[in-house]
């Protein structure tokens, strides 16, 4: 069953990003695979912006185990959009991201769906705890999954 759109009010960070000519389809609007290049983006820039991802020598990286994307309305070159971000789950090594995509200033989500990460360790690859720092950081964007609202 889809779910159904969720608004600006429901996420707790949010990264503007611009369209490009290339992200169109032969159907006029942004193809598909855009939008989890945009979940990509705005997951990692929150990351980095925050001192918690160090992507050429930190000790656990977060890789992606699952995707998944919801359309409710079209983008197309040259809208704005921005990203929303916020968290539904937070376990011991995993955490699960959820994304909205606005169109322009739309109060409503184009599209939504969720991330998530599995902390490994940069070596064996193994599944090991959050670190710290990122959790407490993880923790400021959590809201409870049910309602929508902040723990």
Known sequence: MKESPKTRDDFRHFL??????????????????????WFDTIV??????????DTQNGEAIGLVVETHCNYFSSIAFPDRIVAGLRVTQLGKSSVRYEVGIFRDDDHAVSAQGHFVHVYVDRITRKPTPIPVKARTLLESLQVDSTHGDSK
């Open 16 to 37: 503007a990003m611009t369209t490009r000519w290339a992200d169109n389809d032969v159907y006029g609007h942004v193809n598909n695979v855009v939008y989890y290049q």
């Open 44 to 53: 990692n820039e929150f990351l980095i912006k925050n001192d918690t991802l």
